[in-house]
C-alpha cells in the first residue's frame, strides 16, 4: 500500500508569535499615549475649557495639546522604527520559510523528489514578503496616530469630557490590537500557502487536495472545497488555500 504524503500543517504557532510581537508594539505605544494625556493633555483641556478668548484658546492649551500630541507621534515612530519593523517581519518570514521548507521535504521523501528551490526566484519572493510586512505594520502605527490625533483634538475642541476621551483612547488601542491580529493571522496563511505551491511545483506536482482546518471556524465557502482536487494552474475563485482572508486551508500534494 502506498505512503500517504504528510498532511501540509497550518503553522499556528508562527502566526501566534508574530501576532503577540505586533500587539505588543501596540501596547507599548497604547501605553505611552495614555502616559501623555494623563501628564500633560489632560490638564491642557481642563485650561482649554476654562479659556475664553479665541486668541488665549489657541496660542496657549490648544497648542500645547497639538505639542503633547506630537510628543506621542515621535514615540510611535521610536517604537516603529523602520529597523524594529523590519526585524519583526524578517524573523516572521523565516520561520515560515523554514517550517514550509521542512514540511514539503517531508512529502517528497515519499516519492523521492525534493523542493528544489529557485534560489534567486524564492529569495526575491522572500524579500518581498518582508517588505510587504513592513508596510503593514507601518500601517498600523499611522491609522493608529491618525484615529488617536481625531479623537484628542476632536475632543478638546468640542469640549468632551475627559473620561470620555481616555475612553475613546481605549476603544481605539482595542481596535488596533485586534487589526495587528488579523494581520499576522492573514499573513501567516498567504506567505505559507504560497511557499506550499511553489515548493509543491518544484517537485513536479500539478495538482492540490484543499483540506480545511476541521474545525466550526471554517467558512461554508472553503468547507464546500474541502477534499475537492485542483491543478495549480487553474485553482477555485477564492485563490490558493491560504490566500483568503485570515484563512488557515492548506494545499495537500497530489502525486501522480
Request: hydrophobic share 35%.
Amino acid at each position: 500500500m502506498a505512503r500517504k504524503a504528510p498532511s501540509t500543517r497550518f503553522p499556528n504557532a508562527i502566526a501566534v508569535s508574530y501576532g503577540r510581537a505586533l500587539k505588543k508594539q501596540v501596547r507599548d505605544l497604547h501605553r505611552e499615549t495614555l502616559n501623555v494625556f494623563d501628564e500633560q493633555i489632560k490638564e491642557d483641556i481642563k485650561a482649554l475649557k476654562r479659556s475664553d478668548a479665541l486668541e488665549e484658546r489657541v496660542d496657549g492649551p490648544l497648542s500645547s495639546i497639538i505639542s503633547a500630541v506630537g510628543i506621542i507621534k515621535n514615540v510611535a515612530n521610536a517604537i516603529y522604527d523602520v529597523h524594529i519593523s523590519t526585524n519583526i517581519a524578517m524573523k516572521h518570514i523565516k520561520l515560515l520559510d523554514k517550517m514550509n521548507l521542512k514540511n514539503m521535504e517531508d512529502q517528497g521523501r515519499i516519492k523521492g523528489v525534493s523542493p528544489i528551490d529557485n534560489n534567486d526566484k524564492m529569495a526575491d519572493f522572500l524579500e518581498a514578503a518582508v517588505q510587504e510586512n513592513v508596510s503593514y505594520i507601518t500601517d498600523i502605527k499611522d491609522s493608529y496616530m491618525t484615529n488617536i490625533e481625531r479623537v484628542i483634538l476632536q475632543g478638546a475642541k468640542k469640549s468632551s469630557t475627559i473620561k470620555g476621551i481616555r475612553d475613546e483612547l481605549v476603544k481605539q488601542a482595542g481596535m488596533t490590537i485586534r487589526r495587528a491580529e488579523f494581520i499576522a493571522k492573514d499573513q501567516t496563511g498567504t506567505i505559507f500557502g504560497q511557499l506550499t505551491a511553489e515548493r509543491h511545483k518544484n517537485m513536479g506536482v500539478e495538482k492540490f487536495t484543499w483540506r480545511t482546518a476541521g474545525d466550526e471556524r471554517v467558512r461554508d465557502s472553503h468547507e464546500s472545497l474541502n477534499g475537492e482536487e485542483f491543478p495549480y494552474d487553474d485553482p477555485p475563485a477564492v485563490g490558493l488555500p491560504g490566500e483568503d482572508f485570515s484563512c488557515r486551508c492548506q494545499a495537500e500534494p497530489v502525486f501522480d
